[in-house]
């Protein structure tokens, strides 16, 4: 599964710099990263870094993109889900 969030990597291993311009995109990677299980790095890292700049930016986000990116960090998806047993 990690695999195909090697697109969000740039040549030295960190995460593309034009992620952070990308609100949406860092929207979708948080909460993606948010399905990490241990041992899967890359969406560990995704995590620490969406982070950190989705609470660095929200303040100057305009409305309905500030709602969402609040509610995001509140209440991620996977956290708003209901598991499922069988």
Do not use: C
Request: negative net charge; glycine residues 8%.
């Amino acid at each position: 599964m990690t695999g195909i969030f090697d697109k969000f990597k740039d040549e030295k291993g960190g995460f593309k710099e034009d992620l952070i311009t990308n609100v949406k995109g860092m929207l979708g990677l948080y909460e993606a990263a948010h399905l990490w299980v241990h041992g899967e790095d890359i969406l560990e890292e995704a995590l620490a870094f969406t982070i950190t700049h989705l609470k660095a930016m929200v303040e100057s986000l305009r409305y309905p993109l500030a709602e969402q990116v609040s509610h995001a960090m509140e209440r991620p998806i996977r956290k708003g889900l209901e598991r499922i047993s069988r």
